[in-house]
């Protein structure tokens, strides 16, 4: 049985950063396709970024390149996402998702994946 549990969500104040965690059960994230994604309320669920099981391979929403970092730490099984420069427009619930694909994965498609966490609630104050 997969399970991702997200944790490290918060109240930060514009400028700030968080690092939100995805421990990930049932999977490999070492053989997998992560992702993070946030849907604020009112609008549809966007992709974030998105990372190969090897961690070779990076993507990203343009509208957090450069301030958002995804990583994986294979040990843990885990699949971080670190935030800085935070805005008020990066309120959203932010869940990870899997694919136990890697290769033809398009990671930025939300139906790509299978097994979503429940979500983090991360809110940036201005």
């Known amino acids: 049985q997969v399970q991702l549990v997200e944790s490290g969500g918060g109240l930060v104040q514009a400028g700030g950063s968080l690092r939100l965690s995805c421990a990930a059960s049932?999977?490999?994230?070492?053989?997998?396709?992560m992702a993070w994604f946030r849907q604020a309320p009112g609008k549809e669920r966007e992709f974030v970024a998105g990372?190969?099981?090897?961690?070779?391979?990076?993507s990203y929403a343009d509208s957090v390149k450069g301030r958002f970092t995804i990583s994986i730490d294979n040990a843990k099984n885990t699949v971080y996402l670190q935030m800085t420069s935070l805005k008020p427009e990066d309120t959203a619930v932010y869940s990870c998702?899997?694919?136990?694909?890697?290769?033809?994965?398009?990671?930025?498609?939300?139906?790509?994946?299978?097994?979503w966490g429940q979500g983090t609630q991360v809110t940036v104050s201005s």
């Open positions: 990372i190969s099981g090897s961690g070779d391979s990076t």
């Open positions: 998702a899997a694919n136990f694909r890697i290769l033809g994965v398009r990671r930025s498609n939300v139906n790509e994946y299978g097994y």
């Open positions: 049932g999977l490999r994230v070492s053989s997998s396709t």
